[in-house]
DNA sequence: ATGGTTGTTACACAA
């Protein structure tokens, strides 16, 4: 039976983490790997080191500094036109086909730390990637098996944090947040393929803060998502969270999150 | 108690 897997991974800085990439692509095999904050430009993204990964595909909107998403592929990937999320135009969008299927790799805006819009233009700006996410969706067309992917930068529900009731007032939990992102999804008619793995109450995290011990404390939060249409998540038959490169040595403070499809 | 860290950049900003 075939298979596809796609990872998702906020690597903050694809250029000084490639060996990060290269170690987990050498242990867990993904077909596609999705990565958000690569944080430099087109011409600056690390080509030779992923095709010496066989990862010899690549769709990359990237930027100077900041932001910046990629997309690599053992197969070959068609690019698609992104929808516009962002209204700063920022590089937080790519949109791919392989396989059959489309891939839309997201990285939608942190917010900064006051979740007011009234008095922080981040999080104004946040909110209002989510409700031009919600608009796309719900007019999109339904007849092809999609994946959103990416750092979503929203812990949902309750067990995708270390505590609900601490963190509703914290950026990435308040309930503008959480209930803008369910809203994006059910628009989406999008399986949070993760939750129908390994449901609630189960603590799923993929991002740890870099401030303290992120082993001891454990205070993690689920920022990193992967949505499949529904006949495309009926046949999902493994997802993992592969906690241990938070461990390495200078490491994103996000993990990658892998799933594998039969096609 | 109101911290604490990281990466890119250039004399902060974003996360």
Redesign the pocket.
Known sequence: MPHISVATW?I??????TEHIARFVSEHQPDVLCLQ?I???NEEFPLKAFSAMGLRHHHIVGQ????GVAVVSKHPLQPIQAPSFCPRS?ARVSAVGVKGLTIHNLYV????DEPDPAIND?FAHKLEVLARMRSFYAAAARDQATLVVG?L?IAPGEHDVWSHEQLLNVVSHTPVETEGLEAVRVAGGFIDVARAQKPAPEKLYSWW????DWKTSNRGRRLDHIWATPGLADRCDRLDFVAAPRGWD?PS?HIPVIARFAL
Not at 209 to 212: D, L, M, T
């Open positions: 906020n903050n800085s694809v250029r000084i983490r904050e944080k430099c430009r100077k500094g900041s932001h920022e805006p942190a917010g900064g981040k750092d930068n803060s870099y401030r303290g200078r403070d």
